[in-house]
């Protein structure tokens, strides 16, 4: 079955960087998009952007252009996302979730990694 | 960017009911719509691609119909695991924008 498994929660002072893995187990993971999503606490939902894992193209939303950074590692099977220069309302839960591949409608989700910025 | 707005922002029902979730944009989408459900601290699941087409695993209570800008999430008979907030999602151009979220409560 569809697996996507994020790593854990992490807490960052402001300025700092950090870096979201999301392993995927399943399915091909070369054969299907991944999109990056976040959810401020008690918000709705933003999308960030992107990530074609075969041939590594991106695709941010203009927001997030030039302080998020999607790559993967494909012999792991796994997809990454790091937000530089962390402000207090990065704090979010930050979720990758495969894309279904008929469309870009989202299909299965990770469990979300809660990244709280504070001082 | 689209502005997807849903109504209502939260509704109260009971098991057995028929319950209808609006959402709207605000331009043309097609049938670029998805709809999501959340439970509280939990991801969430996905339950409807292309305004109507149900996820693998879905109950067929429920459903999804629209296009262009009007579309409507219909749960045919509530059942107790139903109850959480449910979320729309327009991918027709990025940014790919959420609803505010609709709240379905006992």
């Known amino acids: 079955q569809v697996q996507l498994v994020q790593s854990g929660a992490e807490v960052k002072k402001p300025g700092a960087s950090v870096k979201v893995s999301c392993k995927a187990s399943?399915?091909?993971?070369?054969?299907?998009?991944m999109h990056w999503v976040r959810q401020a606490p008690g918000q709705g939902f933003e999308w960030m952007g992107w990530?074609?894992?075969?041939?590594?193209?991106?695709n941010y939303a203009q927001k997030f252009q030039g302080w998020v950074t999607m790559t993967r590692d494909t012999s792991i099977s796994t997809a990454y996302m790091e937000v530089s220069r962390l402000k207090s309302d990065d704090t979010a839960v930050y979720y990758c979730?495969?894309?279904?591949?008929?469309?870009?409608?989202?299909?299965?989700w990770g469990q979300g990694t809660l990244v709280t910025v504070s001082s | 960017d689209i502005q997807m707005t849903q109504s209502p922002s939260s509704l109260s029902a009971s098991v057995g009911d028929r319950v209808t979730i609006t959402c709207r944009a605000s331009q043309g989408i097609a049938s670029w719509l998805a709809w999501y459900q959340q439970k509280p601290n939990k991801a969430p699941k996905s339950l409807i691609y292309a305004a109507s087409s149900l996820q693998s695993g879905v109950p067929s209570r429920f459903s999804g119909s629209g296009s262009g800008t009007d579309f409507t999430l219909t749960i045919s008979s509530l059942q107790p695991e139903d109850f959480a907030t449910y979320y729309c999602q327009q991918y027709s151009s990025d940014p790919y924008t959420f609803g505010q979220g609709t709240k379905l409560e006992i």
């Open positions: 990530i074609n894992p075969d041939s590594g193209d991106t």
């Open positions: 979730a495969r894309n279904s591949g008929y469309d870009y409608a989202i299909d299965y």
């Open positions: 399943g399915y091909t993971f070369t054969g299907y998009y």
